[in-house]
């Protein structure tokens, strides 16, 4: 099959920003008192801070304003952002089909903290389109965010390749109809 597009993933795809994000909701979780173990955060890759607080509230009986305490937790993590490191072996493969084949980044982040990640890494020139959870109504691992990026690129989704680092993502990538590739598999930590 030939590939003509690339879609990533950015947080532990593009970026080295899970360790930072799991910082980022310890002071969150500690602050209204939510258990939230660390498995259970990797485990959660992908998936919206607000719709990972709706679902933390209600396993837990609690009640509590999730698109709130979602904004809280990216505050949290805005002075952390500093520290990210590119997962070089990823933007390689982006830096190699840059102005070759249109790319497009699909993360479950917000647009805000996204681009300005990517802006900082020096690398969201390279992409295309930038698809995030506020445009798709449903989130990994359904396949809407995948297929809305391969829709801003122009490419049919049978002709996409897409790299996740999440179960979530691996799933919505195959449920998308697309080429997906696991960077856990390729990435030996930096």
Request: net charge negative.
């Amino acid at each position: 099959m030939t590939i003509k597009g690339i879609i990533f993933d950015c947080d532990g795809t593009l970026a080295d920003t899970m360790p930072l994000h799991w910082r980022a909701w310890q002071m969150i979780t500690q602050r209204h008192n939510l258990h939230f173990p660390e498995d259970r955060f990797y485990s959660l890759g992908g998936v919206p801070s607000r719709d990972i607080l709706k679902l933390l509230a209600v396993e837990q009986g609690r009640s509590l304003d999730h698109i709130a305490i979602a904004h809280e937790k990216e505050e949290a993590y805005l002075p952390l952002m500093a520290d990210v490191e590119p997962i070089h072996a990823v933007v390689e493969i982006a830096r190699a089909h840059h102005g070759k084949i249109p790319l497009a980044v699909a993360s479950g982040g917000t647009q805000r903290i996204i681009c300005q990640l990517l802006e900082q890494l020096k690398i969201r020139h390279l992409f295309d389109a930038v698809v995030t959870s506020e445009m798709v109504k449903n989130q990994k691992p359904a396949p809407d965010i995948f297929l809305e990026a391969a829709r801003l690129i122009g490419v049919d989704p049978k002709f996409c390749r897409a790299y996740e680092d999440t179960d979530l993502g691996m799933r919505a990538i195959r449920e998308a109809g697309m080429e997906a590739v696991d960077v856990r598999e390729m990435i030996v930590k930096q």
